[in-house]
């Protein structure tokens, strides 16, 4: 039978590590259409086929991870990080002494790149950011750590650029997804491919983006299936509520949203969902908010939450993605926990950094939440097909 989490369980399961979700929905939104964070895609035509099943693809999602050697003890040694994500394609170019010009080009199968940010290689400082093409793009670090003594101190200069909006490509094949180039110094030379450049925040596409020119010229079809709402009642839902919610929340089947919640789950997280929720903002008509909340299961991937807003069908929401680190960036945490050795790659598994990372977790699942974690609404949990079911409390 399967496994229904309550609520009340949501703490434990931050802890643990995991998925919080919550979505924001008007409709069946079974008829397509293209929302500005879908103008890159063809707009996928809708084939209702009856109900889902309970077995197979619509069962719980699940993780396979890499088998863990063990030392004496029985405690498990660290592990190289498995994860590789292609969002992204750089070139780097030379302007001058230690001056560089850098331009990144959106290749990522999740829609528009709204902020990113890069990392110089071990040993090599950024001494200053001249501009950019796009966005806003600045030299950020850590700081709070130098003490009374140097309160200006920053450790880990890195660019952060935000307001990039670089659109999505109208097929991966094509490579013409958006770009930025941004200008900067550097204390030491640079080869190409150095550095460590992350994905910070996208608004995800509705309809998926084709991988190849046969799918872009090929119309593409979402196969949805209803999937029965729950009978017991969900947190303050009456029993058409949840039905409303349920018939909402299959509307994002076979949809890039589906295929994302699947590749975040299992290639990236690496941790299945521990809980999800789905609230209620207003009725007359009854409208939902979402949001998933992802702890990874290494220190060297991010924290990663989906926020769906969908106020006026499927396709005329938001679906924006965020991350952010869950350990300071470039190597293992030190003794202090307040710096890491740069010369050195965190393999470690982030349940190693105890109480202060379920700390983190919660504080970062609130932040982002809104009032979805305290709207009426229901449990759900995402199936390995990437769609979400309402469970009963």
Not at 191 to 213: C, E, K, M, S, W
Not at 228 to 245: F, K, M, N, V
Not at 264 to 290: D, E, H, M
Not at 368 to 392: F, M, Q, R, Y
């Amino acid at each position: 039978m399967r496994r229904r989490s309550a609520w009340l369980a949501v703490a434990f399961a931050v802890a643990a590590g995991g998925v919080i979700a919550a979505l924001l929905i008007t409709n069946d939104g079974h008829k397509s259409s293209r929302g500005t964070a879908t103008a890159a895609a063809a707009t996928a035509a809708v084939e209702t086929t009856g109900v889902a099943p309970t077995t197979g693809d619509w069962l719980p999602i699940t993780v396979t991870r890499p088998k863990l050697p063990v030392i004496g003890g029985g405690i498990p040694v660290d592990i190289d990080p498995i994860v590789s994500r292609t969002d992204f394609n750089t070139t780097l170019f030379p302007v001058g002494p230690d001056r560089y010009r850098m331009t990144i080009f959106n290749t990522s199968n999740l829609g528009a790149i709204n902020s990113l940010q890069w990392y110089p290689p071990v040993g090599t400082r950024i001494v200053k950011v001249i501009g950019s093409s796009a966005g806003r793009c600045v030299l950020t670090g850590l700081s709070g750590f130098g003490g009374n003594q140097f309160p200006t101190l920053v450790l880990y200069p890195n660019i952060f650029c935000d307001r990039l909006d670089l659109k999505p490509a109208t097929c991966i094949c094509r490579g013409d997804g958006g770009a930025v180039t941004i200008t900067f110094t550097t204390n030491r030379h640079l080869q190409v491919n150095d550095g460590d450049l992350r994905l910070r925040t996208a608004t995800l596409a509705f309809d998926r983006i084709p991988l190849t020119p046969q799918q872009l010229d090929r119309p593409p079809v979402r196969h949805v299936r209803r999937i029965a709402a729950p009978s017991a009642a969900s947190s303050g839902l009456t029993a058409d509520e949840r039905a409303d919610a349920q018939r909402a929340v299959d509307g994002l089947q076979d949809s890039n949203i589906s295929l994302q919640l699947q590749t975040i789950t299992t290639k990236w997280a690496q941790n299945p969902p521990a809980t999800c929720r789905v609230g209620l903002v207003s009725r007359n008509p009854n409208r939902f908010k979402a949001y998933v909340f992802w702890v990874p299961w290494l220190a060297a991937e991010p924290y990663i939450w989906l926020n769906m807003d969908l106020t006026d069908g499927l396709h005329a929401g938001a679906f924006t993605l965020g991350t952010t680190q869950p350990v300071l960036p470039g190597g293992r945490l030190t003794r202090n926990g307040r710096s890491v050795n740069r010369l050195s790659v965190d393999t470690t598994l982030l349940s190693r950094y105890g109480q202060e990372q379920v700390q983190k977790g919660r504080e970062i699942m609130a932040a982002h939440g809104g009032d979805v974690l305290s709207s009426p609404g229901a449990t759900c949990e995402v199936l390995k097909n990437g769609s979400l079911e309402l469970l009963s409390d």
